[in-house]
């Protein structure tokens, strides 16, 4: 899968170490290694425990993990929807990527300086988070008033079909821009969805908020006064908040597996945030994983959930897709239960789908091609 999420942030709020932590952590890795696909595109594998699980089952030569591209996206300041600064590539960035990672700074501190012509070093998430969406909001109005009278004309004059549903649809959006909110925070029934798309706006992009917290508070996240306005904030458009320290990211990222299990058990975390943070933004975008498994490879795949089965045969090989028959299928959670493929098949759990089928997260899948 092509998707990709784009890290944005306003300077010095932690975006780019966040991301070089992402860069090291993906190169450390023993069975993907890190992949730069240019200057500001980095590739980390997705966690996930059920490989390993699989893994003790098949014991495969390999065990291959599934990977997600996140995009370092240049700097914004104010006045970036009328270009300043770096305002029309940070535009034109965002407009690549399928998802966005909103990385806020939610510690004090007096010797990293905020943006240009703030009063204070010290932290507002607020009028952090309102800078960006701002400009992003404003981009958006910007282009709906320039479809705006096209298409009321075409659609009060020619009654064209399309165009009336577009122009539905700009007028639902069109007030909440001015409004300043982002159109995400707009509820569209499924046709209205398919216009949407098409008007490819920047605010209705999925977004995921970092909350970046020092390093002494990060085990103590529920407690930071920041935090709880990025999150109280986020609700009001039903979006998701992750919270982690970018400089212990990038302390872990230096660390073998060994050593960064002993160090975060030693701050009383689970796992690291960026694994948390590749995992949420994998979501984020709708994604899903199915399994293939044999001696040679026990390998995982990304896949968008709702495709159906020769849409997933063609994430491996296009000839897969090309030549589909069938599906052999069992779920992860009946390999598990009964311990191997044939014990599934005894069980008469392992089913052959076909076409129609539509691929659930965790599927198993071994599929039957002819080209």
Request: proline share 3%.
């Amino acid at each position: 899968m092509s998707l990709t999420a784009g890290i944005v942030g306003l300077p010095n709020v932690g975006k780019s170490t966040l991301f070089n932590a992402i860069t090291r952590a993906g190169a450390e890795a023993a069975n993907y290694p890190f992949a730069t696909i240019d200057p500001n595109v980095g590739m980390v594998e997705v966690p996930d425990a059920r490989l390993d699980s699989i893994a003790k089952i098949y014991n495969p030569k390999k065990i291959v993990p599934t990977t997600f591209e996140f995009t370092d996206i240049a700097g914004i300041v104010k006045g970036a929807s009328r270009g300043e600064g770096l305002g029309n590539k940070f535009l034109a960035n965002i407009r690549e990527v399928d998802a966005i990672i909103h990385v806020v700074r939610a510690f004090d501190d007096e010797n990293v300086m905020r943006e240009a012509g703030r009063e204070s070093n010290f932290v507002d998430p607020m009028d952090d988070i309102d800078t960006i969406n701002l400009e992003l909001i404003l981009a958006d109005l910007e282009s709906v008033n320039k479809r705006y009278t096209r298409v009321e004309k075409v659609a009060r004059t020619v009654k064209d079909k399309d165009a009336i549903a577009e122009f539905n649809v700009l007028k639902k959006i069109k007030p909440v821009l001015e409004d300043g909110k982002s159109a995400r925070t707009i509820e569209f029934d499924e046709d209205e969805k398919k216009v949407v798309k098409g008007l490819f706006l920047l605010t209705t992009k999925p977004v995921l908020y970092v909350a970046n917290v020092s390093e002494d508070e990060v085990g103590d996240a529920d407690n930071i006064e920041y935090v709880k306005q990025i999150r109280d904030f986020a609700a009001t458009e039903k979006a998701e908040v992750a919270v982690i320290s970018a400089r212990i990211e990038e302390e872990i990222a230096e660390l073998d597996d060994d050593e960064k299990k002993e160090f975060l058990e030693s701050i009383g975390l689970e796992e690291s945030g960026v694994d948390l943070l590749t995992r949420a933004a994998y979501h984020l975008l709708g994604l899903a994983t199915f399994f293939t498994a044999g001696e040679k490879e026990v390998r995982a795949w990304t896949f968008k959930q709702g495709m159906k089965a020769p849409q997933m045969a063609g994430v491996i090989h296009s000839d897969f897709e090309r030549g589909f028959i069938r599906a052999v299928t069992m779920s992860y959670d009946d390999l598990m239960k009964y311990g191997s493929e044939k014990a599934v098949r005894e069980a008469g759990r392992l089913r052959e789908e076909g076409k129609d089928y539509v691929g659930k997260d965790g599927d198993m899948m071994e599929f039957r091609f002819n080209v």
